[in-house]
């Protein structure tokens, strides 16, 4: 029952384009870095081994080795005879390998698990990405976090003893008795440093006519 629904789940991803049959396809698609999870029948042929293995490599996925022939997983596939398949779909990945831990937990612990942990990455970008398209077509903006303004300075107030502020902001300074150092009486008009003029004889317009 277990190897019908790990065969039965590899018919359904080539029906929907994410399992690549054969040599060269799987090699296409572990250069262009889509293969996700190589399956080797448990026949195939040393050489044929060693070509997977560098698949692996180059694509940078797992690699396992299915408990089937090469004639059971053909004709699952619809093929007289397959000894290497490469799925591109991480959750169909993740589905794979958790059917063959079923079979032999011992075998495929390990591998279902990382496959695992890749397909929720996986959907989590996915989200992160569709939330993103969601919002570029709203015309949302990201909030920009808010700036700490620096500490104002505290004014001293005349109840505290501190100078009475001027008109324009600035604080009059006071002596050490408590009066403003500012010079008291009336305020000396425009022409208080102008030169006296002279009436009468010896004015300044007398002296220059003569």
């Known amino acids: 029952m277990g190897s019908e629904a790990v065969l039965s789940l590899l018919g359904l991803s080539l029906r929907g384009g994410n399992l690549a049959v054969g040599e060269e396809p799987v090699e296409a698609a572990a250069r262009g870095k889509k293969a996700r999870l190589l399956l080797l029948a448990e026949d195939a042929a040393p050489a044929t081994r060693r070509r997977t293995e560098r698949f692996a490599q180059m694509g940078q996925c797992l690699c396992l ?21 490469a799925l591109t779909d991480t959750g169909l990945a ?8 079923q079979l032999d937990p011992a075998r495929y612990a390990a591998a279902a698990d990382q496959m695992a942990l890749k397909a929720r990455r996986a959907a989590q970008r996915r989200a992160e990405r569709q939330a993103h398209e969601k919002n570029v077509r709203q015309g949302k903006k990201p909030v920009p976090a808010k700036r700490s303004s620096p500490p104002q300075e505290a004014v ?10 001027s008109r324009r902001g600035r604080t009059v300074p ?13 305020r000396p008009g ?3 440093h102008s030169r006296p003029v002279k009436k009468g004889k010896g004015s300044f317009r007398g002296k220059k006519q003569g």
Do not use: H
């Open 156 to 165: 001293p107030s005349r109840a505290a003893g501190g100078p009475p502020p």
């Open 94 to 101: 993740s589905a794979v390998t958790e059917r063959l831990r």
């Open 65 to 85: 080795t299915l408990p089937f022939s090469k004639a059971e997983l053909g004709q699952s596939l619809g093929r007289t005879s397959v000894a290497i398949a």
């Open 174 to 186: 006071r002596d050490k008795g408590g009066t403003s150092c500012r010079p008291q009486g009336p």
């Open 190 to 192: 425009p022409y208080a």
